[in-house]
């Protein structure tokens, strides 16, 4: 392939705009704030689960204290009932009365019994709505670092991207200037070496690989016209010589 030596100079800088791009890409990708967010991320997760967890037996305790706290109310209505019977003189079988008053001897009880209940449960209640209280702390101070580490991430990415737009539009002026033949070899170079399609040959030194040209290369390089379009044996990439390639 041939092409005007200025088109093959502009490979270089097409291919540092090409290298620029791609440290661009690696920083973007590579960004600290990333992995904060992915930790941020699965403490919120598990924080939540937690929360939601404590919500649950919260939630579940108030219920049983209600229905516990009904219970003892149910007793209460039941003592105060028997004891009006009793006050007023209505019974008046020493049997009945016996009954009645073993009765309410048991209602106490069973009443103290529950109170006991109502207590137990309004413990764990508070108990659980202190962690409720807590957890929601937690999860809110996890959310203000994940909203400030999002924005960081955000004004990072939208530098690079901003950066990367203005290369991009460099690189199409220059490589709309140049052949396309010589472009379309550049990229297909480029795409198997993963990195570098065109360096500078300094020297004798291919800037691709750093390796130093033997002489049969160089001398072959030495005869062949200006507008070829030479290539590196060991590497591949284009070689394009410049006033400082030492042939």
């Known amino acids: 392939m041939n092409a005007e030596p200025a088109d093959q100079i502009r490979l270089l800088d097409v291919q540092a705009l090409d290298v620029r791009l791609s440290q661009l890409a690696h920083k973007r990708k590579s960004l600290p704030e990333h992995a904060e967010l992915d930790s941020l991320s699965k403490d919120l997760t598990q924080l939540r689960d937690l929360l939601i967890a404590a919500q649950t037996e919260e939630s579940d305790t108030a219920r049983e204290q209600t229905k516990a706290e009904q219970d003892v109310?149910?007793?209460?209505?039941?003592?105060?009932?028997?004891?009006?019977?009793?006050?007023?003189?209505?019974?008046?079988s020493p049997k009945d009365l016996e009954n009645l008053q073993r009765e309410l001897t048991s209602l106490a009880k069973r009443q103290g019994d529950l109170e006991d209940v109502v207590l137990e449960v309004m413990e764990r209640r508070?108990?659980?709505?202190?962690?409720?209280?807590?957890?929601?702390?937690?999860?809110?101070?996890?959310?203000?670092?994940?909203?400030?580490?999002a924005a960081r991430r955000n004004a990072a990415t939208g530098e690079i991207?901003?950066?990367?737009?203005?290369?991009?539009?460099?690189?199409?002026?220059?490589v709309g200037a140049?052949?396309?033949?010589?472009?379309?070899?550049?990229?297909?170079?480029?795409?198997?070496?993963?990195?570098?399609?065109?360096?500078?040959?300094?020297?004798?030194?291919?800037?691709?690989c750093q390796i130093e040209l033997d002489l049969a290369e160089v001398n072959e390089i030495k005869a062949a016209a200006r507008d070829k379009v030479v290539r590196h044996e060991n590497c591949g990439r284009i070689l394009v010589r410049t006033a400082d390639s030492g042939i």
């Open 73 to 92: 109310d149910q007793v209460r209505q039941r003592a105060v009932r028997d004891q009006q019977r009793l006050d007023s003189g209505a019974v008046s």
């Open 126 to 149: 508070e108990s659980a709505a202190e962690r409720v209280a807590e957890l929601t702390e937690r999860v809110s101070s996890v959310q203000a670092k994940t909203d400030d580490a």
């Open 178 to 208: 140049m052949p396309a033949d010589l472009v379309a070899l550049y990229e297909k170079i480029r795409a198997k070496t993963g990195d570098v399609g065109a360096a500078k040959l300094y020297q004798r030194r291919c800037m691709g």
């Open 161 to 174: 991207d901003a950066e990367v737009a203005g290369l991009e539009k460099d690189r199409a002026v220059v």
